[in-house]
Protein backbone atom coordinates (compact mmCIF):
# COMPACT_ATOMS: atom_id res chain seq x y z
CA UNK A 1 0.00 0.00 0.00
CA UNK A 2 2.59 2.74 0.68
CA UNK A 3 4.45 2.83 -2.40
CA UNK A 4 0.83 3.28 -4.42
CA UNK A 5 0.54 6.18 -1.41
CA UNK A 6 3.57 7.86 -2.81
CA UNK A 7 3.09 7.02 -6.34
CA UNK A 8 -0.35 9.12 -5.95
CA UNK A 9 0.90 11.81 -4.37
CA UNK A 10 3.77 12.48 -6.47
CA UNK A 11 1.59 12.10 -9.72
CA UNK A 12 -1.46 14.34 -8.34
CA UNK A 13 1.32 16.97 -7.31
CA UNK A 14 3.19 16.56 -10.65
CA UNK A 15 0.09 17.24 -12.58
CA UNK A 16 -1.78 19.96 -10.83
CA UNK A 17 -0.09 20.62 -7.70
CA UNK A 18 -1.87 22.64 -4.92
CA UNK A 19 -4.37 24.72 -7.06
CA UNK A 20 -4.85 28.58 -6.03
CA UNK A 21 -8.66 28.20 -5.99
CA UNK A 22 -8.34 25.20 -2.94
CA UNK A 23 -5.78 27.31 -1.07
CA UNK A 24 -7.90 30.38 -0.85
CA UNK A 25 -10.55 28.05 0.26
CA UNK A 26 -9.20 25.91 3.02
CA UNK A 27 -5.13 26.73 2.76
CA UNK A 28 -2.69 24.15 2.88
CA UNK A 29 -1.73 21.60 5.48
CA UNK A 30 1.46 23.34 5.71
CA UNK A 31 -0.08 26.47 6.95
CA UNK A 32 -2.07 24.86 9.52
CA UNK A 33 0.92 23.44 11.24
CA UNK A 34 2.66 26.54 10.96
CA UNK A 35 -0.41 27.97 12.82
CA UNK A 36 0.01 25.45 15.41
CA UNK A 37 3.81 25.73 15.65
CA UNK A 38 3.47 29.67 15.84
CA UNK A 39 0.76 29.18 18.80
CA UNK A 40 3.07 26.66 20.99
CA UNK A 41 6.05 29.02 19.98
CA UNK A 42 4.62 32.05 21.85
CA UNK A 43 2.93 30.14 24.61
CA UNK A 44 5.66 28.00 25.04
CA UNK A 45 9.23 29.88 24.45
CA UNK A 46 9.53 31.44 27.77
CA UNK A 47 11.53 31.10 30.67
CA UNK A 48 13.82 28.95 31.58
CA UNK A 49 13.72 25.14 30.27
CA UNK A 50 13.30 25.96 26.46
CA UNK A 51 15.12 22.96 25.15
CA UNK A 52 12.63 20.74 27.12
CA UNK A 53 9.99 23.23 26.08
CA UNK A 54 11.05 23.16 22.65
CA UNK A 55 10.95 19.02 22.44
CA UNK A 56 7.44 19.10 23.81
CA UNK A 57 6.69 21.27 21.47
CA UNK A 58 7.90 19.23 18.39
CA UNK A 59 6.17 16.23 19.95
CA UNK A 60 2.76 17.73 20.36
CA UNK A 61 3.26 18.82 16.31
CA UNK A 62 4.16 15.78 15.00
CA UNK A 63 1.46 14.13 17.25
CA UNK A 64 -0.83 16.31 15.84
CA UNK A 65 0.02 15.25 12.39
CA UNK A 66 0.85 11.86 12.50
CA UNK A 67 -2.29 10.30 14.35
CA UNK A 68 -4.99 11.63 12.32
CA UNK A 69 -3.40 10.24 9.44
CA UNK A 70 -3.27 6.90 10.75
CA UNK A 71 -6.75 6.87 11.43
CA UNK A 72 -7.81 8.17 8.43
CA UNK A 73 -4.85 5.56 6.78
CA UNK A 74 -6.63 2.77 8.58
CA UNK A 75 -10.47 3.77 7.72
CA UNK A 76 -10.04 4.96 3.87
CA UNK A 77 -7.02 3.08 2.88
CA UNK A 78 -3.93 3.05 0.38
CA UNK A 79 -5.58 5.52 -2.66
CA UNK A 80 -7.71 7.42 -0.11
CA UNK A 81 -4.48 8.05 1.86
CA UNK A 82 -2.22 8.87 -1.37
CA UNK A 83 -4.86 11.90 -2.11
CA UNK A 84 -4.27 12.97 1.32
CA UNK A 85 -0.69 12.59 1.06
CA UNK A 86 -1.28 14.40 -2.16
CA UNK A 87 -0.18 18.06 -0.79
CA UNK A 88 2.82 17.15 1.18
CA UNK A 89 4.91 16.97 -1.91
CA UNK A 90 5.88 20.16 -3.71
CA UNK A 91 7.04 19.32 -7.02
CA UNK A 92 5.10 21.40 -8.91
CA UNK A 93 5.77 24.36 -7.08
CA UNK A 94 9.08 24.15 -6.14
CA UNK A 95 9.65 23.28 -10.18
CA UNK A 96 7.64 26.40 -11.17
CA UNK A 97 9.26 28.63 -8.15
CA UNK A 98 12.36 27.87 -9.92
CA UNK A 99 11.59 28.91 -13.23
CA UNK A 100 10.19 32.15 -12.45
CA UNK A 101 13.72 32.89 -11.82
CA UNK A 102 14.65 31.76 -15.50
CA UNK A 103 11.83 33.80 -16.95
CA UNK A 104 12.35 37.33 -15.73
CA UNK A 105 16.57 36.28 -15.99
CA UNK A 106 16.27 35.67 -19.66
CA UNK A 107 14.51 38.79 -20.25
CA UNK A 108 17.16 40.86 -18.82
CA UNK A 109 14.83 42.07 -15.66
CA UNK A 110 17.11 41.97 -12.82
CA UNK A 111 14.75 43.31 -10.33
CA UNK A 112 12.37 40.87 -11.08
CA UNK A 113 14.40 38.00 -10.87
CA UNK A 114 15.51 38.81 -7.30
CA UNK A 115 12.12 38.96 -6.50
CA UNK A 116 11.63 35.50 -7.46
CA UNK A 117 14.78 34.45 -6.08
CA UNK A 118 13.98 36.12 -2.78
CA UNK A 119 10.56 33.53 -2.33
CA UNK A 120 13.19 30.46 -2.32
CA UNK A 121 16.00 30.81 -0.59
CA UNK A 122 16.62 32.85 3.08
CA UNK A 123 19.76 35.05 1.70
CA UNK A 124 19.74 38.65 0.79
CA UNK A 125 19.72 38.92 -2.86
CA UNK A 126 18.55 42.28 -3.43
CA UNK A 127 22.31 43.29 -5.21
CA UNK A 128 23.16 39.91 -6.27
CA UNK A 129 23.85 39.61 -10.07
CA UNK A 130 23.00 37.01 -12.90
CA UNK A 131 25.41 34.60 -11.13
CA UNK A 132 24.38 34.78 -7.81
CA UNK A 133 20.44 34.30 -8.78
CA UNK A 134 21.36 31.54 -10.39
CA UNK A 135 23.61 29.88 -8.24
CA UNK A 136 20.75 30.55 -5.71
CA UNK A 137 17.59 29.45 -7.34
CA UNK A 138 20.03 26.15 -8.53
CA UNK A 139 21.13 25.22 -4.60
CA UNK A 140 17.63 25.88 -3.87
CA UNK A 141 16.04 24.02 -6.35
CA UNK A 142 18.69 20.65 -5.40
CA UNK A 143 18.05 20.92 -1.82
CA UNK A 144 14.40 21.14 -2.18
CA UNK A 145 14.25 18.34 -4.66
CA UNK A 146 15.55 16.35 -1.10
CA UNK A 147 13.14 18.24 1.26
CA UNK A 148 10.35 18.87 -0.66
CA UNK A 149 9.86 15.56 -2.61
CA UNK A 150 11.97 12.80 -2.50
CA UNK A 151 11.78 13.01 1.63
CA UNK A 152 8.27 13.03 1.70
CA UNK A 153 8.02 10.57 -0.92
CA UNK A 154 10.92 8.27 0.80
CA UNK A 155 8.95 8.61 4.30
CA UNK A 156 5.37 7.90 2.39
CA UNK A 157 7.42 5.15 1.30
CA UNK A 158 8.28 3.87 4.34
CA UNK A 159 5.46 4.47 6.83
CA UNK A 160 2.27 5.54 4.53
CA UNK A 161 0.31 8.77 5.57
CA UNK A 162 1.37 8.85 8.82
CA UNK A 163 4.86 8.62 7.47
CA UNK A 164 4.47 12.13 5.49
CA UNK A 165 2.88 13.88 7.73
CA UNK A 166 5.38 13.22 10.64
CA UNK A 167 7.79 13.95 8.08
CA UNK A 168 5.83 17.12 7.08
CA UNK A 169 5.25 18.42 10.61
CA UNK A 170 9.19 17.82 11.02
CA UNK A 171 10.37 19.67 8.07
CA UNK A 172 7.99 22.06 8.65
CA UNK A 173 9.01 22.69 12.37
CA UNK A 174 12.65 23.17 11.62
CA UNK A 175 11.73 25.84 8.96
CA UNK A 176 10.42 27.54 11.86
CA UNK A 177 11.76 27.23 14.96
CA UNK A 178 15.10 24.97 14.21
CA UNK A 179 17.06 28.57 13.84
CA UNK A 180 20.56 28.93 15.88
CA UNK A 181 19.27 32.49 16.87
CA UNK A 182 18.69 34.07 20.52
CA UNK A 183 14.79 32.62 20.16
CA UNK A 184 15.12 29.40 18.83
CA UNK A 185 18.60 28.26 19.81
CA UNK A 186 17.50 26.34 22.44
CA UNK A 187 13.72 25.78 21.92
CA UNK A 188 14.08 24.93 18.37
CA UNK A 189 17.02 22.37 19.12
CA UNK A 190 15.21 19.02 18.94
CA UNK A 191 13.17 19.96 16.16
CA UNK A 192 16.76 20.77 14.51
CA UNK A 193 17.72 17.94 15.00
CA UNK A 194 14.47 15.89 14.11
CA UNK A 195 14.87 17.60 10.63
CA UNK A 196 18.93 16.37 10.54
CA UNK A 197 18.03 12.94 10.87
CA UNK A 198 14.85 12.63 9.24
CA UNK A 199 16.97 14.10 5.83
CA UNK A 200 19.85 12.08 6.53
CA UNK A 201 19.03 9.19 4.10
CA UNK A 202 16.69 11.10 1.66
CA UNK A 203 19.27 13.64 0.93
CA UNK A 204 21.38 11.06 -0.13
CA UNK A 205 19.14 9.20 -2.22
CA UNK A 206 18.62 12.59 -3.99
CA UNK A 207 22.07 12.72 -4.77
CA UNK A 208 22.07 8.90 -6.46
CA UNK A 209 19.15 10.15 -8.03
CA UNK A 210 20.59 12.82 -9.77
CA UNK A 211 24.32 10.37 -10.28
CA UNK A 212 21.90 7.79 -11.66
CA UNK A 213 20.29 10.34 -14.06
CA UNK A 214 23.27 12.42 -14.85
CA UNK A 215 26.27 10.21 -14.45
CA UNK A 216 29.57 9.38 -12.30
CA UNK A 217 30.60 13.38 -12.26
CA UNK A 218 27.55 14.26 -9.73
CA UNK A 219 28.33 11.40 -7.61
CA UNK A 220 31.95 11.87 -7.50
CA UNK A 221 31.22 15.91 -6.47
CA UNK A 222 28.78 14.75 -4.05
CA UNK A 223 30.95 12.29 -2.31
CA UNK A 224 33.98 14.68 -2.46
CA UNK A 225 32.51 17.85 -1.04
CA UNK A 226 29.08 17.22 0.41
CA UNK A 227 30.54 17.04 4.21
CA UNK A 228 31.84 20.46 3.43
CA UNK A 229 28.36 21.89 3.42
CA UNK A 230 27.26 23.83 6.39
CA UNK A 231 24.28 20.81 6.48
CA UNK A 232 25.03 17.74 7.45
CA UNK A 233 22.26 16.98 4.68
CA UNK A 234 21.95 19.52 2.25
CA UNK A 235 25.18 19.11 0.74
CA UNK A 236 24.45 15.67 -0.78
CA UNK A 237 22.02 17.17 -3.23
CA UNK A 238 23.62 20.61 -3.94
CA UNK A 239 27.06 19.11 -4.50
CA UNK A 240 25.33 16.12 -7.16
CA UNK A 241 23.43 19.42 -8.75
CA UNK A 242 26.97 20.74 -9.55
CA UNK A 243 28.94 17.86 -10.52
CA UNK A 244 26.16 17.31 -13.30
CA UNK A 245 26.04 21.12 -14.36
CA UNK A 246 29.42 21.22 -14.08
CA UNK A 247 29.33 24.77 -11.89
CA UNK A 248 30.13 25.59 -8.62
CA UNK A 249 27.70 25.95 -5.89
CA UNK A 250 27.31 27.28 -2.06
CA UNK A 251 30.30 29.54 -1.46
CA UNK A 252 30.03 33.05 0.09
CA UNK A 253 26.58 34.36 0.68
CA UNK A 254 25.24 37.30 2.57
CA UNK A 255 22.65 37.31 5.01
CA UNK A 256 20.77 39.67 6.81
CA UNK A 257 23.05 40.68 9.66
CA UNK A 258 26.16 38.72 8.40
CA UNK A 259 28.28 37.30 5.63
CA UNK A 260 28.82 33.83 5.46
CA UNK A 261 32.18 32.47 3.90
CA UNK A 262 30.81 29.11 2.93
CA UNK A 263 33.03 26.69 1.16
CA UNK A 264 32.74 25.90 -2.62
CA UNK A 265 31.22 23.02 -3.70
CA UNK A 266 33.16 21.89 -7.18
CA UNK A 267 35.14 24.96 -6.91
CA UNK A 268 37.11 24.26 -9.53
CA UNK A 269 34.35 24.74 -12.36
CA UNK A 270 32.74 27.86 -13.66
CA UNK A 271 29.91 29.79 -12.23
CA UNK A 272 26.29 29.21 -12.82
CA UNK A 273 24.61 31.09 -16.06
CA UNK A 274 20.86 31.44 -16.74
CA UNK A 275 20.88 28.90 -18.68
CA UNK A 276 21.92 26.34 -16.15
CA UNK A 277 19.15 27.05 -14.47
CA UNK A 278 16.45 24.97 -17.10
CA UNK A 279 19.66 22.46 -17.41
CA UNK A 280 18.78 22.03 -13.64
CA UNK A 281 15.46 21.98 -14.13
CA UNK A 282 15.48 19.04 -16.67
CA UNK A 283 17.80 17.29 -14.14
CA UNK A 284 15.21 17.63 -11.78
CA UNK A 285 12.44 15.92 -14.12
CA UNK A 286 14.74 13.17 -15.07
CA UNK A 287 15.14 12.85 -11.55
CA UNK A 288 11.69 12.16 -10.66
CA UNK A 289 11.17 10.40 -13.28
CA UNK A 290 13.26 7.90 -11.92
CA UNK A 291 11.67 8.20 -8.67
CA UNK A 292 8.44 7.76 -10.33
CA UNK A 293 9.39 4.51 -11.88
CA UNK A 294 10.81 2.81 -8.99
CA UNK A 295 7.75 3.52 -7.40
CA UNK A 296 5.61 1.95 -9.94
CA UNK A 297 8.08 -1.02 -10.11
CA UNK A 298 7.34 -1.27 -6.09
CA UNK A 299 3.35 -1.40 -6.80
CA UNK A 300 3.34 -3.28 -9.62
CA UNK A 301 5.81 -6.11 -7.47
Given at each position: ?30 T ?8 L ?27 P ?9 G ?29 G ?13 G ?29 P ?35 G ?15 R ?21 A ?16 G ?11 Y????A ?31 A ?9
Amino acid sequence: MTPLIALIALALDAAIGWPDAVYRRIGHPVTWLGRLIAALDARLNVGRARVARGAAASLLVIAAATIPAAILQEALGGWIAGVLAWPLVAARSLHDHVRAVATPLLAGDLAAARRATAMTVGRDVSRADEAGLARASIESLAENASDGVIAPLFWALLAGLPGIAAYKAINTLDSMIGHRTERHGEFGRIAARLDDVANWLPARLTAVLIATVCGGAAWAVARRDAGAHRSPNAGWPEAAMAGALGVRLSGPRVYADRIADEPWLNAAARDPAVADIDRALAVYRRTLWLMAGGLILLVLV
